[in-house]
Nanobody, 126 residues
Framework: QVQLVESGGGSVQPGESLRLSCAAS????????IGWFRQAPGKEREAVSCMDISDGSTSSADSVRGRLTITRDNVNNMVYLQMNSLKLEDTAVYYCAVDSKMNWGRLRDPRRYDSWGQGTQVTVSS
């Protein structure tokens, strides 16, 4: 079982930046996909930005493209979500997840991911 621990959440004002971190218990390059997802109150969990480990390609939701970017650090087994130009609607609990078993599904489909972190709260308010 993969262990994932997120950190870096907090409260910011619109337009500010945050960087979320996700520490994985195993080597990042042994997984098939990694991703950041979020869930706002009363809404379904949605993909934010995901990466195919085999070639490093990424896929991001239209609402965050150009503002929220996923990166990885293979040396330290870390996954990051750089969040710039934050908006009120980015408020949510953010989760890190991995596909460690080469599951079926599109890169941004939450059902593809078999291991999840506990989540970290991001609040954007003026």
């Amino acid at each position: 079982q993969v262990q994932l621990v997120e950190s870096g959440g907090g409260s910011v004002q619109p337009g500010e930046s945050l960087r979320l971190s996700c520490a994985a218990s195993g080597a990042i390059n042994q997984y098939y996909a990694i991703g950041w997802f979020r869930q706002a109150p009363g809404k379904e969990r949605e993909a934010v930005s995901c990466m195919d480990i085999s070639d490093g390609s990424t896929s991001s939701a239209d609402s965050v493209r150009g503002r929220l970017t996923i990166t990885r650090d293979n040396v330290n087994n870390m996954v990051y979500l750089q969040m710039n130009s934050l908006k009120l609607e980015d408020t949510a609990v953010y989760y890190c997840a991995v596909d460690s078993k080469m599951n079926w599904g599109r890169l941004r489909d939450p059902r593809r991911y078999d291991s999840w972190g506990q989540g970290t709260q991001v609040t954007v308010s003026s």
